[in-house]
Structure formats: C-alpha cells, structure tokens
C-alpha cells in the first residue's frame, strides 16, 4: 500500500476552521486507500505566545525548560487535528515526537535528528489508522524533550518519511513552493516547478524560508521527493528531488538573509581569543558561517580571523555580545547592519562570470560588497542591510529576468 507523510504549518492550523479543512484533506486522501501519517506545527502564532509568557516571567528562560513550554504548542494542534478527523469517521492517533521515536542529540531549542525509530508508527498504519504526530520536537538519547529550531516540523516530517520507506512526503503551508526568489521580497520571483536536492540545501542556508536544511539533508540520503504545496489554493507545487543527469545548468534563484552579525577578531592574540570563542560559541549552540582566517610569516601565527552568525537565530545573542566583549575586549569587533544575498545555481565555480559581473552590476548602483564567499553551488555577498532589497532585485534582473530563465532551465544532483 502506498504510504505518504503530510507536514502542515501553522498557517494551515491557525484556527479551527482551518484544522477542520486540513482534516476534510486528509480524510479524502486516506480514503483512496493511502496510508497517512501527519507532522502538524503549532496553530498560527502559538509559539510566539509561548515565548513571550517565558520572557514575562524571565529575560534568561533555561533551554530546558523552553522546549519543555514550547513542544505543548504541537500537542494541542495534534489532539485537535485527530478529534476533527474522528467527526468525520476517520480513524487516527495523536503521537508527540518522543512516541514516535524521533531522536535527537541533547541540544535544546536546535536539536538534530540522529535517529526515528517508527514502531509505534508502523503499528497505528498497520490498523488503519491515520498518525498525527507533533512536529519540531523530539527526545534526546538522555530522555528529556527536545525542539528541533526554525523549520523543525519539516525536519520531523522529511525525517519520518525516511524512516516509514514513505513513496513521498508533502509540505503544506500558505505558500504554493519555491521560488526564485522570496516573494515578500521581489514582487517578479518566478515559481520553480522543480529542483534538485543540493541546491534547494544551499538556498536555505542561505536564507530561504520555505524548506529547512535538514530535512532537505534527509530527503536527498533517503531519496524521498519532497512536494511543496499549498494547503487551500492547490494547482501548482516545486518537487524536490534528484534531477536526471545532463540536464542544462543554469543559476536558480537569488536568495537573501538579513540580520547578519561579522565579528572580527584581530590582534597579537588572535588565536587564543579565537579558540575561548569557538569554545564559548559552542556552548551557547550558537552557528557560525563564512570563517575566515589568515596568518603571519614567519611564526604563522593568526593575524586576523571572521566569521559570520545571523543574530536573529541565536538565543539571546545580546548576553552572547557582551560575553564576547567582556572577555575579548578590543580583540573583538561586531559588524552590524549587514545582509546577504546569494546567487544559487550550478557549476558557478566553473568560471569568474558569474561574480565579476555580479559586483560590477553592485558598483555602478553604488551599492558596496563587504564581503564574498564562494561554492559549487553558490555566491554570496554582503551588502548593507538597508540595500537588500535593491540588490536582490538587480541580481534577479540580470541572472532570472534578463537570461529567460524560470530560475534556470534545469540543474543537476
């Protein structure tokens, strides 16, 4: 029998009419006689609400105790979901993450999936049953609940359809799928009717919001084709999957993040106040990207040394600043303000073109690059944050509009 996991967002729960609607979806398709287990997110902005009753009470809630607070969010769409699709005579179970065997590391509020042992699954399918499970969260091998951070529900669901053997899995939000850019954004991003696994991964880390790295990472090991769709407004979608071989290359999309934070590190000491900062970092769960580091002759000792973090995805980062500033001093500098925006395709490093003329396009608008990281698959720069919108839209014009390409004509895995 035919086996499928469906993820919906909060958009699509928000309220109870919305919850009803989703059920009616799900029941037409579990009576074609296909097996469905559910991921569903917090209804609507419930999650936000959860955050600030924990910053009422406290400007340093504990990790712990957060995604204790947090992963109830999940439960309530779940039993609800599960009740409403009962009224329609539809037989379903409600499991949280740690029912459903989904197991992590023991990080808090950004665990990683390292295991999903469906048993339990597996057991509700084999009597018919439709399996809701609550997204984003999970347990980690020391038995104490776990969420898995911004985009965690796809996580879970991309990870479930891997251990199920599932023949796909659909991601369900307010958003119809992936574009060439983020439509908030740019008002001319096109619709993608298709990608291949790795570039969608470097779109979103690079800042697309639409699918999650790791569930993506899941998803391209397992070979399960991910469907981005609309919940209400269904017609067209993006499959993500692995892309024939000899497909014509082409960039994608031009994908931006704002909220950058550079910090530099420089000075006699640069090693050892580089390595308490790692250190630190680590401790904190904070991510780094875009390091750079650069020594001295004849000793080799590091000069000076970069990296970049996006400050809206660190816990607390103004206490994490001022440790920083605290122990490092004048070591230490931040540079605020910043954005980036990435030009996403295939076999970008094979020649400079695409770059030069990314930067000379930037220049004659006046717009400065403070910085350039390279891939396979990727070119980011970093621009003012207040540019970013105006960079977006030239870059889009010059590699999308200009060239005719629907994001590009094809890639490849």
């Not at 899995?169 to 908030?184: K, N, R």
């Not at 403070?370 to 003012?384: A, E, H, K, N």
């Amino acid at each position: 029998m035919t086996c499928i996991v469906q993820k919906y967002g909060g958009s699509s729960v928000a309220d109870l009419d919305r919850l009803k609607k989703v059920a009616a979806l799900i029941a037409a398709v579990k009576r074609e006689g296909i097996d469905v287990a559910v991921v569903v997110s917090a209804m609507g902005k419930t999650t936000d609400g959860l955050v600030q009753m924990a910053r009422d009470i406290t400007a340093s809630p504990p990790r712990r105790e957060m995604d204790m607070l947090l992963s109830t969010g999940e439960r309530v769409t779940m039993s609800l979901l599960v009740m409403a699709l009962h009224e329609l005579g539809v037989e379903a179970v409600s499991l949280t993450g740690s029912q459903s065997g989904i197991i992590t590391n023991d990080r808090h509020n950004d665990a990683r999936v390292i295991e999903v042992r469906p048993f339990r699954v597996q057991d509700e399918l084999a009597k018919g049953r439709v399996v809701v499970v609550g997204g984003f969260q999970g347990v980690s091998y020391k038995r104490d609940i776990t969420t898995l951070g911004r985009g965690g529900s796809d996580t879970s669901a991309v990870a479930l359809a891997a251990a199920l053997g599932a023949d796909r899995c659909e991601i369900y939000s307010d958003i119809d799928g992936v574009y060439t850019a983020d439509p908030a954004v740019l008002a001319e991003a096109r619709h993608l009717p298709e990608i291949s696994y790795q570039v969608m991964q470097e779109m979103a880390m690079a800042g697309a919001k639409v699918l999650n790295a790791q569930a993506v990472q899941f998803a391209k090991e397992s070979q399960i084709a991910i469907y981005a769709r609309s919940t209400f407004q269904p017609g067209r979608e993006t499959v993500v999957r692995k892309m024939s071989p000899g497909l014509p290359r082409g960039i994608r999309a031009v994908v931006s993040e704002s909220d950058l934070v550079r910090v530099r590190i420089h000075g006699e000491t640069t090693l050892e106040h580089f390595e308490w900062i790692m250190t630190y970092l680590e401790e904190e769960q904070v991510p780094v990207k875009e390091l750079s580091m650069a020594g001295v002759q004849p000793e080799n000792a590091w000069s000076r040394a970069s990296f970049v973090i996006s400050s809206k995805n660190v816990y607390q980062w103004d206490r994490v600043r001022e440790r920083l500033r605290t122990e490092c001093g004048k070591a230490v500098e931040f540079d605020t303000d910043l954005a980036a925006l990435s030009v996403i395709g295939e076999g970008l490093n094979a020649d400079n073109e695409t770059l030069v003329e990314s930067l000379r396009l930037l220049k004659a608008e006046g717009i400065a690059v403070l910085g350039v990281t390279t891939t396979s698959f990727r070119i980011s720069l970093v621009v003012p944050k207040d540019e970013i919108r105006r960079s977006v839209k030239l870059l889009h014009g010059k590699w999308i509009e200009e060239m005719g390409q629907p994001g590009g004509s094809g890639d490849q895995e």
